[in-house]
């Protein structure tokens, strides 16, 4: 699980320490968790997801899970990652989960939506899940 709770800025992070999952060969699974643990008007960026992955080179990858607030949907760039996760080197990726939480009036239609028409591309492989829990 990769998650940077405690900085502000998570992509000066993974700059400063030169960190990347490159080494990660028999990589097969990996969940990212996108929001900050506690609740606050703060909206990180999200920018060192795309960072990470962008350095994934496992051929084995088959699932890839973002944790992530429905409310923190915006701030993570889906085209991006869509681009990235097309790269061959995703090519075993059965499974692109996200498990949003949201408030109990929120329906996970509408973030469901709004992933899927922005990862349309594996929308159509087939390859997106959801998930959602309440907060």
Known sequence: ???????????DVLH???FDLSRCAGLRSLRISCSPLHH???RP???WILIILSKVN?????EITFSIRHSDLCALNLEG????LSHARFKALKRITFDIEQVKDCTIDISEAYVRKRMCAHD???ILCFKSSFY
């Not at 699980?1 to 992509?11: A, L, N, S, V, Y």
Request: charged share 15%; hydrophobic share 30%.
């Open 40 to 42: 606050s008007s703060y």
């Open 124 to 126: 159509t492989r087939g």
């Open 81 to 84: 990652l869509e681009v990235i």
């Open 16 to 18: 400063t320490m030169h």
């Open 45 to 47: 960026s999200l920018s």
């Open 58 to 62: 496992s051929p084995f990858l088959q």
């Open 1 to 11: 699980m990769i998650g940077f709770q405690e900085t502000r800025d998570p992509t």
